[in-house]
């Protein structure tokens, strides 16, 4: 017989790493989180997004996809900028078949058309994401809770807000708050500074469907700022951080967060706890494997929503990660602790008084927690917070 799991002692290990008020808590957070209410994730989007381009549009969409071997919108919009920005303000010169301002035109289309698939109430509701945050926001630690998130839309924005849970997203300013490094930087090592620590901190690495590019009226100086106005045609929207040579204005803010991602994660005492993120960006993954190789004193456990014996999470995560001892990765139907991969056995009964585990699926008979909608009621439960405000509270279970 292989190696095997008790799912609700592993429960009581989450629970007792999620327990540390001293060490430092870091949460990944990936398009699994706001797919789980109903938002699209990259392959509805990159298919939709097609759909409501102009006729021409959809014809250069086709030819990037097979020049690219991808359908990826991410990856089209990679393109659409770096022919941009080769351009330049040109509106006759030629760059691999867009002509003039044409690559520039597309990108804005395209962007709109995300703004608009994404902006949209979820179907499934905010409740999990604000039950996440006041979960977050009843915790005592020494340190600032750190949220970095690959999702444009605005779900954990109106889930801290639901919850009424303050954070700091590196901008500032009421009328049209813009970016400022200064912020982020007055963060000092030990994540003081002059920003409670009561407040989160939300770092969106692959951009926001509200942030814009702007000149300002007065002085003319680029920045980049946050709006919830709806962009208009001549708007750029920040969205996905193109990693081409662009000048500093357009890759700020991408930089500054990913570089805060690699600082927390490369020293000191830190758990990392990774949700709905499937691991397809590279230089994320980067910047993580390297960290967990290089600090033995960050432990990083990760919420798979995929099997591990998956092709893409074989390729992506389990054979980069071979040898690396501080990572858990809990999936639907295995678990890899320690380096060590097994099967889940099926846990014990629950006590009196408790219907079903929180992190256990019985008709299934699957590790539930892969799928966010069932993490906030597992943190809540199994751990306990502060019940958000209109949401009647259930028992904890006895262990």
């Known amino acids: 017989m292989g190696t095997t799991f008790d799912p609700l002692s592993e429960a009581k290990e989450i629970r007792e790493q999620l327990g540390s008020d001293r060490r430092r808590l870091i949460l990944l957070c990936g398009a699994g989180t706001s797919q789980a209410v109903g938002i699209d994730g990259i392959a509805e989007l990159s298919a939709h997004v097609k759909a409501v381009l102009s006729g021409t549009q959809q014809e250069h969409y086709d030819r990037i996809v097979a020049e690219l071997g991808t359908d990826s919108v991410e990856v089209v919009l990679g393109r659409l900028r770096l022919c941009g920005e080769l351009v330049g303000s040109s509106t006759t010169a030629e760059v691999n078949g867009f002509v003039g301002q044409e690559a520039v035109e597309m990108d804005r ?10 902006s949209i109430d979820p179907p499934k509701g905010l409740k999990a994401h604000a039950e996440f945050a006041a979960w977050m926001n009843s915790i005592q630690r020494e340190y600032a809770v750190e949220v970095f998130t690959t999702n444009y839309d605005l779900i954990i924005e109106r889930g801290l807000e639901v919850a009424e849970v303050p954070y700091f997203d590196g901008f500032v300013g009421s009328v049209n708050p813009y970016f400022a490094s200064a912020g982020i930087e007055m ?23 509200g942030w814009r590019r702007a000149k300002e009226a007065i002085t003319g100086a680029e920045k980049v700022i946050r709006t919830a106005v709806v962009p208009t045609d001549s708007d750029d929207l920040m969205i996905f951080p193109t ?138 439960l199994f751990i306990g917070a502060r019940p958000l405000a209109g949401v009647p509270s259930a028992a904890a279970p006895e262990t």
């Not at 289309?109 to 994404?118: D, E, G, H, K």
């Not at 000092?188 to 951009?207: C, F, N, Q, V, Y």
């Open 109 to 118: 289309a395209v962007c709109r058309a995300i703004y608009n698939l994404v």
């Open 187 to 209: 963060l000092d090592s030990d994540g003081a500074g002059r920003i409670p620590t009561t407040w989160m901190r939300l770092w969106k690495l692959h951009g926001s469907i």
């Open 243 to 380: 990693r081409d040579k662009y000048s500093e204005s357009r890759r700020m803010p991408f930089v500054a967060f990913h570089d805060r991602l690699r600082r927390l994660t490369a020293e000191g005492e830190s758990l990392l706890l990774v949700l709905g993120y499937s691991f397809g960006d590279q230089h994320i993954n980067e910047i993580l494997y390297s960290s967990l190789r290089a600090n033995n004193r960050l432990a990083c456990t990760v919420f798979l929503y995929e099997s591990l014996d998956s092709a893409k999470m074989n390729e992506r995560l389990v054979k980069p990660t071979t040898g690396i001892q501080n990572l858990t990765i809990y999936s639907p139907d295995k678990a890899m602790i320690g380096g060590v991969l097994g099967e889940w056995t099926k846990p014990p009964k629950p006590p009196d008084g408790v219907d079903a585990w929180p992190f256990w699926d019985e008709i299934a008979g699957r590790f539930s927690l892969g799928d966010f909608a069932n993490v906030p009621s597992f943190l809540n």
